[in-house]
């Protein structure tokens, strides 16, 4: 399958810059597979598409301030270093730039002395493993230095970082958001619950691929990365009553649906579990744990918009991003919002 079929032309303008005032005021299209049929909502109605006894998953992931700014030891050379995720102990993979300037055994000073790493590994396309060093918390002292790692296409500066967050996030380990969790207020969540709407948490820690287009010339040549995700003996045992009483299964972003995908692919049903999945969904795939997706609007060409493609089919999904270009929906991270579900669209 040619990746050119994922691609569409989107006007820089319409890529979200920053976040709105109120998160839940962001537009959503709601899209339904079944009628090939749209509308257009506010996601603050989000409420009146869900069933009671439905159940709405959510990525509980908490972004790191995984980008520093240090300088090289020897020489006082400036570096930007990218945390990508943590191997064992102190050891972390990152992105490097320039990464050229960085050798094994090299030392990175951050924030005159009160971080120190040292590059271990040398990988590809700057890549390095470093080794951290520091007194106290880890997490306070990255929380203190470093700055939230927001998208190359987003160029404003962030003033609130915990509107990269979402209101529910609270396992550290992402390098990017879960953007559709953006989305939500805890007053939203709110009238969820109140309408018999159960609420379930995953965990799957985002990488900096998630966002990249694929540079295979063909879909089935692309290889994912992997990323971290677990999954309760609560929530496992919530979704699967959610199932066996005739509930709808919406994961809220594509991270959600790759972690319960994966599960239900490896388990048969929803189990307790916690690995590294590198699956990849495109047109062709049989979804076997989710019913529908809340999502945000991808990049041309990226498997985020394959793995949507697969569950609204190509053609259907194409023609819902040309509406929302020609109705002036906001793009990417701090952009608006999409509800894929059969049946929501019967009029």
Request: charged content about 25%; some cysteine.
């Amino acid at each position: 399958m040619d990746v050119k079929l994922f691609d569409f032309h989107l006007p820089k303008a319409l890529i979200a810059q920053t976040p709105l005032a109120n998160r839940s005021d962001s537009r959503l299209m709601i899209i339904d597979p079944r009628s090939k049929k749209m509308a257009h909502e506010q996601f603050s109605n989000l409420v009146s598409f869900l069933h009671e006894g439905d159940c709405l998953v959510l990525n509980d992931t908490r972004v790191l301030p995984a980008r520093l700014y240090g300088v090289k030891e020897e020489t006082g050379a400036k570096i930007e270093v990218l945390l990508l995720n943590q191997m064992e102990g102190n050891k972390w993979n990152t992105l490097v730039k320039p990464a050229k300037r960085v050798q094994e055994g090299t030392i990175i000073d951050f924030g005159e002395g009160k971080l120190k790493a040292i590059c271990t590994a040398i990988g590809e396309n700057g890549g390095r493993e470093f080794e951290f060093h520091y007194e106290g918390i880890f997490y306070e002292v990255l929380d203190e230095l470093g700055e939230m790692p927001l998208p190359p296409y987003i160029k404003k500066q962030l003033h609130d970082r915990e509107r990269y967050q979402t209101v529910y996030a609270k396992r550290e380990g992402s390098a990017a958001a879960p953007t559709a969790g953006l989305h939500f207020t805890k007053k939203l969540l709110d009238e969820i619950k109140a309408k018999g709407v159960h609420l379930a948490y995953v965990t799957l820690h985002v990488g900096l691929g998630t966002f990249r287009p694929v540079s295979a010339k063909t879909v089935e040549e692309h290889k994912m990365h992997a990323e971290f995700y677990q999954l309760t003996e609560g929530t496992a045992t919530l979704i699967n009553h959610v199932k066996k009483q005739g509930g709808r299964v919406i994961a809220v972003g594509t991270t959600t649906a790759r972690t319960l995908e994966t599960i239900v692919r490896e388990k048969g049903q929803f189990k307790a579990d916690a690995g590294w999945t590198d699956i990849f969904i495109y047109p062709g795939y049989t979804f076997k744990a989710i019913d529908g997706m809340v999502t945000n609007f991808h990049l041309p060409q990226s498997s985020l918009v394959m793995l949507v493609s697969a569950l609204a089919g190509r053609e259907f999904l194409m023609q819902a991003y040309e509406t929302a270009i020609q109705s002036r929906y906001r793009f990417f991270s701090f952009g608006d919002a999409m509800l894929i579900l059969e049946g929501s669209v019967t009029s």
